[in-house]
């Protein structure tokens, strides 16, 4: 899991805990208090989405961010995103690969 090196682009939550990572992140959903998570997820903004867009550069997952609606969701995307980071489904070989495979034998 990359971590990010530019302290100006941490994730400085409003208790003071500062993500550098979608690990991080991850952590931050399991632990913050209330009142911290719903001043950076509310109904006018999603600053995990935004932070995870802007900083993270991981698109997919910060387009489904946007969409949930409670913290478990969210939680439950990251940790989707972290296992599928640290298992990656092995890319399949395209028929012509296989092709040329089998008449290279």
């Keep these: 899991m990359e971590e990010i090196k530019d302290s100006s682009h941490y994730f400085y939550a409003r208790d003071g805990n500062i993500l550098k990572n979608m690990g991080d ?7 913050a208090d ?3 998570f719903s001043h950076h997820f ?3 903004k999603n600053d995990f989405a935004n932070w995870t867009d802007g900083t993270l550069k991981n698109h997919s997952l910060a387009r ?3 969409s949930t609606k409670t913290r478990e969701e969210m939680h439950n995307l990251v940790k989707k995103e972290i296992e599928k980071s640290l ?8 028929i012509i690969s296989e092709i040329k495979e089998a008449f290279s034998r």
């Design 34 to 36: 209330d009142g911290t």
């Design 87 to 94: 298992h990656p489904t092995p890319k399949k070989k395209s």
């Design 64 to 66: 489904k961010m946007y």
């Design 25 to 31: 992140l991850l952590t931050f959903l399991e632990n």
């Design 42 to 44: 509310n109904k006018e």
